[in-house]
């Protein structure tokens, strides 16, 4: 069983970052693929953005592209998001989640889509002046 906990949230001004860590408790982090989601009150969840085993292939939702990066620690069983621009609309709870997928060669581009066999709690993002 796989566990997932976030930290990093906060209250951040309009314009400032955040980097938002994803610790998993596993021997083998690179088993996994890992996605960030987030859910604003009142909306959906959407898919921020998500990366593969090894890093070598990220994809990011559009409205975060050029100033979100996802990367990861394999090592240190870690996987971060750093937030930079952050404006009024990236507030929400975010979420790591984590696939069990040792074979897939693909497309990371419908990532937001997949199913995934593991969730955080989640860390809450608050952008407010």
């Known amino acids: 069983q796989l566990q997932l906990v976030e930290s990093g949230g906060g209250t951040v001004q309009p314009g400032g970052s955040l980097r938002l860590s994803c610790a998993a408790s596993?021997?083998?982090?690179?088993?996994?693929?890992i996605s960030w989601f987030r859910q604003a009150p009142g909306k959906e969840r959407e898919g921020v953005s998500c990366?593969?085993?090894?890093?070598?292939?990220?994809h990011y939702a559009d409205s975060v592209k050029g100033r979100f990066t996802i990367s990861r620690d394999n090592a240190e069983n870690t996987v971060y998001l750093q937030m930079n621009s952050l404006k009024p609309a990236d507030t929400a709870l975010y979420y790591c989640?984590?696939?069990?997928?040792?074979?897939?060669?693909?497309?990371?581009?419908?990532?937001?889509?997949?199913?995934?066999?593991?969730w955080g709690q989640g860390t809450q993002v608050t952008v407010s002046s």
């Open positions: 989640a984590a696939q069990d997928n040792t074979s897939y060669r693909g497309s990371y581009s419908g990532c937001a889509h997949w199913a995934y066999d593991y």
């Open positions: 596993a021997l083998t982090l690179d088993n996994y693929i």
């Open positions: 990366i593969s085993r090894d890093g070598g292939s990220t």
